[in-house]
């Protein structure tokens, strides 16, 4: 089957970005994975880094795109860009996805208190950047999961900040 035909639904996508925050908790970080696609290929792939790293500019999403775009450098793309996150871009995410023409966004948990999705919904375009403009989200995808996934979090991970956001998504 030829690449670039989006055989990867978007709950396979989802699916993966699930994984990848499997992996990240097991390293004691939250659980949050991201995934980006072009065609029919994951490209790159990152969970959260928080903890690890201790700093906080180092969100699964912004990481796996900021792989995706060293991989492809800033020449043209065969295919449009998708990228796939188990919870819900916060609006830095949203915005580097926006500056990395990512076409899709897909996700499994809404994150009420720093989702970016309301705020992008009437994101004015601008003739002079057409293409600074805000992916078409889908969210809710195999959304019990990740929060199985979050509950889990909850349950063995110290007290701290991130253990009592993390409540709030359950």
């Not at 994984?19 to 029919?40: N, Q």
């Not at 990512?102 to 950047?129: C, I, K, N, R």
Request: include cysteine.
């Amino acid at each position: 089957m030829p690449v670039g035909r989006n055989l990867m639904t978007p709950d396979d996508l989802v699916r993966a970005a699930i994984a990848v925050a499997e992996d990240g908790m097991a390293r004691g970080e939250m659980p949050i994975g991201a995934v980006v696609a072009m065609g029919d290929e994951i490209i790159a792939s990152a969970h959260t880094r928080d903890v690890g790293l201790g700093r906080r500019l180092v969100h699964a999403d912004l990481l796996a795109m900021t792989a995706a775009d060293e991989r492809l450098g800033w020449g043209a793309r065969p295919h449009p860009l998708r990228l796939a996150v188990n919870l819900e871009p916060c609006l830095m995410c949203l915005g580097a996805a926006m500056a990395l023409k990512v076409s899709e966004v897909y996700f499994g948990l809404e994150s009420p208190a720093d989702g970016g999705t309301a705020l992008v919904e009437d994101w004015p375009v601008s003739e002079d950047l057409p293409w600074y403009a805000p992916p078409a989200m889908t969210g809710g995808i195999r959304r019990d999961e990740v929060r199985d996934q979050f509950r889990r979090f909850c349950d063995r991970a110290p007290e701290s900040g991130f253990r009592r956001w993390a409540r709030t998504l359950l």
